[in-house]
């Protein structure tokens, strides 16, 4: 006993809602549009007993691909993953499907098509019927592409996101099916609801992808702030940002600030820059010069620099032909040049990247061929196999859209690391002139206060010759006192000239230490004996405290160090005692000799000072004891070319300075 059509109309409405019910609830519960597509296509030939169910994908260029698919035991060959050429499906077949959005059933054994459109989004449908334009018969190509894939029913309905032809929604049967209204009804809402998971499915897309832009800025910004030297981070953020692009090489160009050359930083594959006559770096070849060109300058007509230059396959570019044998050894392909700016009024550089040619593989459903005067349709289906090498790979908006990112935050690191350099090289150019200044001021005071000590000596000597020139000496013992206080005079003279000369040699490089054994206890003693009328007629006290045997030293530097710093004590030291001690350091393996007095001490805050050339404490000191201020200055040169250091010590002004040497231990 058949049931009543009313219950039987019941239960297809149940059956429409809860397969409304379940692809709805895939939708919500899944965030990838591939498990949505498998589940719809499975729903949909469950639903419509039909021997397939597939989801078909158009591809920019209008060729597609079926990217889910469900088959009902194994009735009908699987063409999952499969390719089908743009002429598979007209373009005036894709621009009906565009304007009237229009569904197309085709009746195989009947050669009947029908057409037809709805006027329902995803509201109710019963007050929105469809629409039936025709029904005609089918282009007999037609029949025959259907027959060979062995499809004898097909319903296919278009998918639409953003207003665009997305796909199709397509069920074959291996029989004559017929459809009815209710069941276009909701293929139709099935449809809607693809385009649904469709537009969440790139919402999800974008999110991640700008989840992985800001993790790469985040991870690059950081770095280009880091304490590290500049050099490494400009070449680590290169290796970075060409890694995330998946580039095979990278250039990151620095055009040249104040006197410094333009920087270069490499990383991956690079062209062959070894042509005669050809520039070092790619950056100064004409395609790169027009990247880096302000445009903004009088001589040009623009208003901003040039944008990111994309370059899909360098052997296609006119402007790169006289330039592309650099490549010719390399897998390079693509190339990306993007200008570095700052506030689009000055051209800090450029960042290239790289991209090798790749080999790829298109799975095609059956062999067909490009020529557009083939007029018969294909008789296999079976998957051919299109192999191309070396083809030039794309740029994604993403990508683009990373690099110009990063581009961003480089070149502000970029531009605050050349501010800072400004800065330092101006400070440098103050402190050089400070300098200059200073060295100027000294070598006029050293010209000043030598001349005097020159002349001094030497006008006592030109007196005393003079006198012995009369040739008349009554008294023979003044005649030697006049003899003996022109050599003193003499001796003086010489002393300054040499210290003068010292200086020169040590500031051109010229002089030289020959390191020796030396023996400090008889070293020391011929210093007492040197200082003996000294001490006797200041009636000051010399002590000697030496502990060390021997020191390896350049015996004649060292005594002229020694000397000079024993001499300045005497000359500084009214009353009390000059006193030498050596000793070795327990800590460490060195030998320390100290020269101290009771004089007049020094301002602690002029010891640095008092040890640089032309130098003296203040006017007061060089008018009363005299002086060139070079014998520290030659001190603390000959003891760090003998590899020791020099130190002065003082209470302060009255009370004293201590001189302190010390010197390598060689003996050990």
Known sequence: MGRPKQYQEATKVTTYGGLLHRITNKIRQSLELQDILSATVAEMRSFLQTDRVKIYRFHPDASGQVIAESIAQKRLPSLKG???????????????????????????????????????????TSSKPIIEIVKRSVDPCHIEYLKAMGVLSSLVVPIFYQQRLWGLLVSHHSQPRAFSEQDLELVQLVAEQVSIAI????????????????????????????????????????????????????????????????????CGVQPALVEPQQPAWLEQQSFWQQQLMLKDSPSSQYTNLRKLQVVTDLYQETELADFSWAFQATSIRGIVVLPLQHNSQESLGCLTIFRNAVNTETLWAGYWDSDERQQRPRKSFEVWREYKKNQAPPWTDEDIELVESIGIHLAMAVMQYQLHELEMHNQELKLARKVAEESSRLKSNFLASTSHELLTPLASTLNYLQILSTGSYPNQEELNNYIQLADKSAQSLVAIINDVLDITKIEEGKMRVELEPVNLVSFLEEQRELFSLVTQRRELNFIISCEVEQIYADKAKLKQVITNLLANAFKFTETGEVRITVIKLVEQPMVQIKVSDTGIGIEMSQKERLLEAFVQEDNSIKQRYGGAGLGLAICKQFVEMMGGHIQLDSPGKGQGTTVTLTYPDCTK
């Open 82 to 124: 499969l390719n089908f050429p743009a002429t598979d499906i007209p373009p005036l077949a894709r621009e009906m499907l565009i304007k009237t959005r229009q569904r197309s059933i085709v009746d195989v054994a009947s050669e009947q098509i029908t057409l037809s459109r709805s006027d329902f989004t995803a509201e109710p």
């Open 199 to 266: 537009a969440q499915s790139s919402l999800l897309t974008q999110a991640r992808e700008q989840v992985r832009q800001e993790t790469m800025i985040n991870q690059i910004t950081p770095l280009l702030h880091s304490p590290r030297p500049i050099k490494e981070i400009l070449q680590l953020v290169l290796e970075r940002i060409v890694r995330s692009v998946r580039g095979s090489g990278g250039r990151l160009y620095l055009r040249a600030i104040n006197t410094e050359a333009p920087a270069l930083y490499t």
